[in-house]
């Protein structure tokens, strides 16, 4: 009898062991912010721009060389108010454990390459123009101007790679491109301070801080107007399969 009653209590004891661990891990939208309590245990928000649309979903990056590209798990919330407001962007993007992170990728023709930290962590940062029409966000803002040209947008994005490279975050920031810029490298007159001030605005877009402990509330559930279609290497980067399972 002791016997039996002492097997009760462990099983009773590892059922609440393991409800309280599904309690603690947890990645979803907090009020306006995105938070996990696994790793990274992180809480990311944008400062003053209001929720737009969150959720997660799955990207197949099909320049892997995996049959069906290699599925990628993101939860993403986008901020801002649409058309030629400013947007934020967060992201977590998780591989699977047989694969890594790379180290940062820039996009091709960015500029003002540098560093900048969010709560104690160093991100990589960049600076570069979007074009709206092949951009997985590009239908959150205005992508055509009047007269039928193209509005591009300027955007300075931060990534940060945890949990032994199978997460990243990936933190974006974007305006309207003034007129008369074509180009990051060459800036016409009295655009001298232009990137600087952007890159200041960009880092002061976020809020970013520790995941908290056994939240309630969290809500979860697909993101909607994403462009999937468009998630590629320029925004993620790139992947490498771990040697280990190669072999």
């Known amino acids: 009898m002791m016997r039996r009653y002492s097997f009760i209590v462990c099983l009773l004891a590892a059922c609440l062991a393991l409800c309280g661990c599904s309690k603690s891990l947890q990645r979803g939208m907090l009020d306006n912010a995105y938070i996990s309590t696994a790793r990274p245990s992180i809480s990311l928000k944008a400062r003053d721009l209001p929720l737009l649309a969150s959720g997660e979903g799955f990207c197949n990056m099909y320049w892997t060389g995996m049959l069906g590209g290699l599925p990628v798990q993101m939860w993403i919330a986008v901020y801002g108010e649409g058309g030629l407001a400013p947007l934020a962007i967060t992201a977590q993007a998780q591989v699977p454990t047989n694969w890594y992170w790379n180290g940062m990728m820039r996009r091709p023709l960015s500029v003002d390459n540098g ?80 990137l600087l001030q952007f890159a200041e605005r960009a ?36 992947v490498t399969q771990n040697d280990l399972w190669v072999r």
């Open 115 to 194: 560093t900048a930290v969010f709560d104690g962590v160093t991100y990589e940062a960049w600076t570069y123009i979007v074009n709206p029409a092949k951009d997985p966000f590009g239908a959150y803002v205005t992508g055509v101007q009047p007269d039928g040209q193209t509005q591009l947008w300027i955007a300075r994005a931060f990534a940060a790679r945890f949990n032994f490279n199978v997460d990243k975050i990936i933190l974006e920031y974007r305006e309207p491109l003034p007129p008369g810029i074509t180009s990051l490298t060459a800036l016409p007159l009295g655009y001298g301070d232009f």
């Open 203 to 238: 880092r002061n877009a976020f809020v970013v801080g520790p995941g908290p402990v056994n939240p309630s509330g969290v809500k979860k559930g697909p993101i909607q107007g994403m462009q999937w279609e468009y998630m590629g290497q320029g925004f993620l980067g790139s």
